[in-house]
């Protein structure tokens, strides 16, 4: 499965969403489905994805759909 | 009671640390154990294999120190050992008034007791995340509770447990995760053994049940809310401390 795929689906599966609705402009708490508890889920879901540890720093920084792909490229893991 | 549950028990080497390692092995979960004596961890590990069929991992961590906490829980989580339940116990005890209190001081007690506490339930929160489900037992006292002639810094340190333990209760009660928090009242540990006379003798006789606590005590209510029969409790203190009054 590309990256891109499995970050998709990790997103869709800690918020609880379809996938369709997930776009590089998605911002953290623009749906009520990304709050701050799902973010929580979310981080846990990134990293057994990706098999990566996510700091605290990263954590405050995962504004955005985007900027979560940004994060994750840290870990030497490559989007198309 | 904790069949296929795997337990993190910080401060582990001795006191009510050592009892819920005991305690838990004894019912069946599997068990981390941190403190900064390696030495001593190892011989617990060797003990309580013998004994009881469970794994025991042991690794030194000072809970003061929030690289090697990170550390810790990063290879656990690399090697997939899950978390089901922190007891987060490690914690040190000065007294003095105010007046007479170092920087020094209080920098070790909220260190220990209130930054290590919270750096351990950030780590061991995520495991518990991703199986939706967990219980964290913090350690406060009824010093916490109830505050105390010459412990300023221990009985805030303590309260600051408190309102941590029931802000994170809210926190994380939609995943599944209970948290609540233990107040002992006067245990018999090395920590109120090392106390002078006349502050033993004051604090003995205001124990409604004209005895101390021991560990054991401790233990068992952790055992509790570690376990399935407190599955609907969350963002409680509950006192062990014999009736005592301060």
């Known amino acids: ?80 | 009671m904790l069949n296929g549950k795997s337990t993190c028990i910080t401060g582990a080497t001795r006191g009510i640390g050592l009892e819920c390692a005991n305690l838990f092995a004894e019912n069946g979960s599997n068990l981390i154990l941190l403190a900064r004596n390696l030495e001593s961890l190892n011989e617990i590990k060797k003990d309580l294999e013998s004994k009881y069929s469970i794994s025991v991992i042991v690794r030194s961590c000072d809970v003061k120190d929030e690289t090697r906490i990170v550390e810790v829980f990063k290879e656990l989580r690399k090697n997939k050992t899950p978390i089901d339940c922190l007891i987060n116990n490690a914690g040190i005890m000065i007294d003095s008034t105010l007046q007479m209190t170092v920087r020094k001081n209080f920098d070790d007690v909220y260190l220990t007791n209130v930054y290590g506490s919270v750096l351990c339930a950030q780590q061991a929160s995520k495991f518990m995340i991703r199986k939706r489900s967990g219980s964290i037992v913090n350690l406060s006292s009824i010093i916490g509770t109830n505050g105390n002639l010459g412990q300023t810094i221990y009985g805030s340190s303590k309260a600051a447990i408190i309102g941590f333990t029931k802000s994170l209760s809210k926190e994380l009660a939609a995943l599944n995760i209970r948290v609540n928090a233990l107040a002992p009242g006067f245990i018999d540990t090395e920590m109120t053994r090392g106390m002078d006379e006349k502050f033993f003798k004051k604090n003995f006789d205001s124990i409604g049940m004209r005895r101390l606590g021991t560990p054991t005590d401790v233990a068992k209510v952790a055992l509790f809310l570690a376990s399935d029969l407190s599955e609907y409790v969350t963002g409680q203190i509950i006192g062990v401390d014999g009736g005592m009054i301060i």
């Not at chain 1, 973010?39 to 990706?50: G, K, P, Q, R, S």
């Not at chain 1, 996510?54 to 840290?74: H, L, R, T």
């Open chain 1, 1 to 80: 499965m590309s990256n891109n795929k499995k970050i998709l689906e990790a997103f869709s599966e800690a918020l609880q969403v379809e996938a369709d609705i997930i776009h590089d402009a998605l911002m953290y708490q623009s749906i009520p489905e990304w709050d701050s508890i799902s973010h929580m889920v979310l981080i846990t879901e990134l990293e057994d994805v990706f098999d990566i540890s996510i700091d605290i720093d990263d954590v405050i920084d995962m504004s955005s759909f985007a900027k979560a792909k940004e994060i994750i490229s840290k870990h030497k893991i490559t989007f198309d």
